[in-house]
């Protein structure tokens, strides 16, 4: 497995503890939460992973 899609996998997963800890914030809150866990990266990134996993609840959270 590459660097890169370990570290991607290590985001996705701090972003779902995230939301599943608090499932009515949007990706903003859950990247921020995500980076106090160590999952280093931007708003953007957790946005990305985010919409591509569906797992925001907020619609607005994708727009």
């Known amino acids: ?3 890169a899609v ?11 503890d995230a939301h599943r ?3 009515e ?3 903003r809150f859950l990247a921020d939460e995500a980076r106090d866990a160590g999952a280093a990266m ?3 990134t957790a946005w990305r992973i ?3 996993n569906r797992c ?3 619609p607005h959270a994708f727009q």
Do not use: K, S
């Open 25 to 27: 914030f949007g990706y």
């Open 6 to 16: 370990l570290t991607q996998a290590y985001r996705a997963n701090a972003l779902f």
């Open 56 to 58: 925001c609840t907020r």
């Open 50 to 52: 985010c919409r591509d």
């Open 21 to 23: 800890e608090d499932p």
């Open 42 to 44: 931007a708003d953007r």
């Open 1 to 3: 497995m590459g660097h």
